[in-house]
């Protein structure tokens, strides 16, 4: 199952991490708890809007920024998740446009799963489903 509270958590942990602020930091900012920022990062606590506001406003990145990462995040977990639980090579629904078939998925103990486009694109993605 996917949950869009831990899509949500990772994004808002990433942006945390690529401004190279800690945990401390942004709750003092957003002044929210330090560890009930923790859990929202870790998936463990659903976000109000406004909790979801204030933490944006304290990264200073537009939400509307986080929630096309949580979008894009979640289509690639939909694909993950189609991909991993059909038998059959049928075709694929195009991903962003960008993705029109997969040559191969692989599923690590962790849960990650790799998908590999064609040879078109050597890049492979990886998801982690829930």
Do not use: H
Not at 7 to 14: E, F, H, N, S, Y
Not at 117 to 127: C, G, I, M, Q, T
Request: aromatic letters at 0%.
């Amino acid at each position: 199952m996917i949950l869009l509270r831990r899509l949500l958590g990772d994004v808002l942990r990433r942006q945390r991490q690529r401004q190279g602020r800690t945990l401390r930091e942004v709750s003092s900012s957003a002044r929210v708890s330090l560890g009930y920022l923790s859990e929202v990062e870790r998936g463990q606590k659903e976000a109000s809007s406004e909790l979801l506001s204030a933490i944006c406003e304290a990264l200073d990145v537009p939400m509307s920024e986080v929630m096309r990462e949580v979008s894009d995040d979640l289509s690639l977990a939909e694909l993950a998740q189609s991909a991993a639980s059909e038998t059959t090579a049928a075709p694929m629904r195009p991903l962003l446009g960008t993705v029109t078939s997969v040559t191969s998925v692989t599923s690590a103990p962790d849960e990650r799963i790799t998908i590999k486009a064609p040879k078109k694109s050597a890049e492979a993605v990886d998801v982690v489903a829930a």
